[in-house]
């Protein structure tokens, strides 16, 4: 008996997994369609800008502390970092910087775009109620998303960095 129970349980959880997932899908695609876009509103409806810019500043000062980096421009890195970093942060929150990005989802003009449930299906519940993207199915997450009065929103990176371009 207690076996059944168990099982009911664990099908149940994964049921209310799946619905999360399909729930932040639909806010997914919106993201990534106003990123293919360049639907700046839709994009500011779609992203929470403040934790997106501190990850993203975060990310670029810690690159600066990197050992792989020369020592005097580490020390000019620790100088300038905060300063710098919260202004590339505010740079890189954009649109047309996360094209890159979309167009590795299949958001290319001119392309199909994907399904809710193949959106669905690219998304990962994590332990404290966010959800994220992942490249393939069961990689590593690279947009995060949390919810936020009813809409999922981008709230972090994890993708490389390289791959955000600010167009000049």
Known sequence: MRFFLVIALAMGLSAC????????????HALLVSIRDEDQAAFDAHVDRE??????????????????????????????????ADIAGDALVQPQVFHKVAESYGYKPGQPLPSRVAIAGSLKTMDDGRVCATKAKGGPCVLIFRQD??????????????SLRIKF
């Open 149 to 162: 009065n009813g809409v999922w929103k981008l709230s972090g990176f994890e993708g490389e960095i390289s």
């Open 17 to 28: 997994a799946t619905a999360q997932r399909l729930d932040a899908a639909g806010d997914v």
């Open 51 to 84: 934790a997106l810019k501190q990850e993203i500043s975060a990310r670029l000062s810690a690159e600066a502390r990197s050992p792989k980096v020369d020592k005097g421009w580490q020390a000019l890195g620790a100088m300038l970092a905060p300063a710098l």
